[in-house]
């Protein structure tokens, strides 16, 4: 039992775990904001433009309520919504990554400078020029 628990300690301690923990916190964090975006300033003004509609009140009654059951319906509305977040998530994810990538790219094409001469080849080199001098 403490042998799993130390493979455990060591899989959970890893970097790429913490990155991908960190990684859906944020992303839980940027879908809120996604989301209220799409729904309380895209969505208004697009419903406005087509004569007032509010979207996450289409609704399709496919059976109407009766005594005191519920209503069965199908919300295309809040679905159109969910479209129209996952579009804007998808796109900034997109961009997102792509301005890291070309970072990266950037980094790889940056030439670096050779290395530095050995102390044997500084020596060398300053007695080959003693050599030719003489």
Do not use: C
Not at 98 to 115: T, V
């Amino acid at each position: 039992m403490h042998k799993i628990l130390d493979e455990f300690k060591a899989f959970a301690l890893r970097g790429n775990v913490v990155d991908m923990a960190i990684g859906i916190i944020i992303g839980a964090a940027f879908g809120k904001i996604v989301n209220s975006a799409v729904t309380d300033v895209m969505m208004p003004p697009l419903g406005l433009l087509i004569g007032g509609v509010d979207f996450s009140n289409l609704e399709w009654v496919m059976k109407a309520a009766e005594l005191g059951k519920p209503a069965v319906t199908l919300k295309y509305g809040l679905f159109i919504n969910n479209i129209i977040s996952f579009v804007i998530v998808a796109a900034a994810t997109f961009i997102l990554v792509r301005g890291i990538m070309s970072l990266q790219k950037k980094e790889q094409e940056a030439p670096s400078l050779p290395p530095a001469p050995s102390k044997e080849e500084v020596l060398l080199t300053e007695i080959r020029d003693i050599l030719i001098k003489k």
